[in-house]
């Protein structure tokens, strides 16, 4: 099995069989794959005991967003007020962890490898979709977005707008709620949303 073909099946194990995400495998049975994979390269970490590909990210660096059209960030947000920094931007998508392996060891050596991979070609920034539980029907979304918009939201020159709105003002956002672990990670790193959820 190829390398993207290893990632593709631990992220079919985790978000369709851990998380329960309804994904499309008709024409690739046990693999979460999509039309941007072939585009982007694939960051893996292995249990150095089995070889086993335990943690992914996938990343689509400028040139070849250039080429296909359009980054994925895009078919969820409007991303016209970042386009001045896409020329040094890289996305990043489909993070993912084996349930197995879910220590600080593991996310840490893929964002030394995202760390590398952003020095090595000059990029200056990052941007991706980072994902929240709707089981709720939406209400630990909206008061995650509304902590959020307090203590880290981006300059408004920096936002993104969700093509299709959570209706965070029809929601309960007064839950007391914790970020999911990859979230928590990035605010401990600075990052920053960019807008409203979609």
């Given amino acids: 099995m190829d390398e993207i073909a290893e990632a593709q099946r631990l992220r079919y194990e985790v978000f369709a069989e851990k998380l ?8 690739s049975p046990g693999l979460n794959v999509d039309m941007f994979d072939a585009h982007c390269d694939h960051l893996l970490v292995r249990d150095l005991s089995t070889l086993k590909v335990v ?8 040139h070849r967003a ?14 016209v007020s970042l386009n001045h920094l ?14 197995d392996f879910r220590s600080s060891s593991v996310i840490m050596a893929l964002w030394a490898g995202l760390g590398e ?26 008061s995650l977005y509304r902590r959020l918009q307090e203590t880290a939201l981006a300059p408004i020159k920096y936002h993104a707008f969700p093509r ?3 209706p965070v003002d029809e929601l309960d956002g007064s839950l007391q709620v914790e970020p999911p672990a990859l979230i928590k ?3 401990r790193l ?3 949303i960019c807008g409203a959820p979609a």
Avoid: I, N, Q
Avoid at 20 to 27: F, I, N, Y
Avoid at 86 to 99: A, D, F, I, Q
């Fill in 20 to 27: 329960g995400a309804r994904l499309d495998t008709k024409s």
């Fill in 55 to 62: 943690g992914t990210y996938r990343v689509l660096p400028p």
């Fill in 66 to 79: 250039r080429a296909l059209g359009c980054l994925y960030s895009e078919s969820e947000f409007d991303l």
């Fill in 86 to 99: 896409k020329p040094k931007m890289l996305e990043l998508g489909r993070s993912c962890v084996h349930p």
């Fill in 117 to 142: 991979y952003m020095k090595h070609h000059g990029y200056e920034s990052m941007l991706g979709c980072a994902s929240v539980s709707m089981t709720d029907g939406g209400h630990t979304a909206a």
């Fill in 164 to 166: 299709l709105p959570l």
């Fill in 185 to 187: 990670g990035y605010l």
């Fill in 190 to 192: 600075g990052a920053k």
